[in-house]
Every structure is written in structure tokens, then in C-alpha cells.
């Protein structure tokens, strides 16, 4: 009698599913990846794909890591290529774009742009007096095309002349963003 009684009492709580009713799991799946979505940036690329937890710091070691045991069949040249671009990446969405004010006029911190003196420029807070500063960076640019001087093309497709530019700057440390070599290395 008590079997009875039990099983009686588990079937009030439990709804029966039938053979012919649907089980709606499209909906469950919707909700679940959306949550996934909303913790887990993915970045892609041609040979590569990583995902990055949001809202969590990394540092270049942490994605280089993270590369490497998504992706092992890349090189180790290619990974340190790729961490380097998730972390400016990732550096770039934790500061982004403002407007401010430099010498009266309204301008855009940290997008480097066509430059007047140099090749670019690119106006950028100073983190210890902040105040907004310019930065120009690259050879002559349209200045030294007026003065007939030559005007160098950087040619970063040609991977030789990439790597030497970028063991000649170190590139690998590139300094403060209120310097130029920091922005010229952003560039290649």
C-alpha cells in the first residue's frame, strides 16, 4: 500500500510526456547560447579562432596561452602574432573612442588619422598631466611631398621588411601611447 501511495504522490508532482507531444528544446538552446554569447567573446582569422572570457583582464601571456591551446598547429611565431592582436584588441575596448578638446577645437582620442606635419596623428590624453597631446608619427607624409622630399612607403605586406621594422623599433615593448613609436608599431 504505501508503493501505491508513493507512486500516486510522484505523479502529481511530475508532468507525464507523451510520445506524440513535441519537447520544445529550441528554446532552451536560444536562452543557454545567448548567455554563453553575452560571457565569451570569439575572435577569428583565416587559420584561428579564440575565445575570451569578457569582463576579465588578461595579459599578453594569458592570451598567448589561450591561443596556443585553442589553436596547436600554428607555429609559435604565428601565436605570439596573434595574442598581440587580441590584447590591442582588448586594450582598444577597454579605452575607447572620446571626444575632447584640443587648443578649442573638438577631436577624437586614440584614432590615428591622415596627419599635416607627419604622415599621421593622433591626439591622446596624457595620463600624468592630463592634458591632450599630439602625437605625429611616420616619415614626411604630405609636408615632405611640398618640400620635394621623398615620401616613404611602408610596405608592411612584405613580411622581411615587417619583421626587421619591428626588431628595429621593439615593437615587442612598444612604451607609452604619448609616443610616437608606440602608434608606428600600432601600424605594422
Known amino acids: 500500500m504505501k508503493f501505491t501511495d508513493l507512486t500516486a504522490r510522484l505523479n502529481l508532482y511530475s508532468k507525464p510526456v507523451y510520445d506524440n507531444q513535441p519537447i520544445n528544446e529550441s528554446v532552451v538552446d536560444e536562452d543557454a547560447e545567448k548567455k554563453k ?46 595574442a598581440n592582436q587580441i590584447h590591442r584588441a582588448i586594450s582598444d575596448e577597454e579605452a575607447p573612442e572620446e571626444d575632447a578638446e584640443y587648443r578649442g577645437r573638438k577631436v577624437k582620442l586614440n584614432k590615428p588619422m591622415r596627419g599635416d606635419v607627419k604622415k599621421f596623428k593622433v591626439y591622446v590624453k596624457d595620463p600624468k598631466t592630463g592634458n591632450i597631446k599630439k602625437v605625429n608619427f611616420g616619415h614626411g607624409g604630405t609636408s615632405a611631398k611640398r618640400r620635394g622630399e621623398k615620401t616613404m612607403k611602408i610596405r608592411k605586406s612584405n613580411p622581411k621588411r615587417r619583421k626587421s621594422f619591428r626588431a628595429r623599433h621593439n615593437c615587442d615593448n612598444p612604451g607609452p601611447k604619448t609616443k610616437a613609436r608606440y602608434w608606428s608599431c600600432r601600424k605594422w
Open 37 to 82: 554569447s553575452d560571457k565569451v567573446k570569439v575572435y577569428r582569422g583565416k587559420d584561428y579562432k579564440v575565445k575570451v572570457e569578457k569582463g576579465k583582464k588578461f595579459t599578453k601571456n594569458g592570451i598567448y596561452m589561450k591561443v596556443y591551446y585553442q589553436n596547436p598547429s600554428l607555429s609559435k611565431e604565428r601565436h605570439k602574432q596573434i
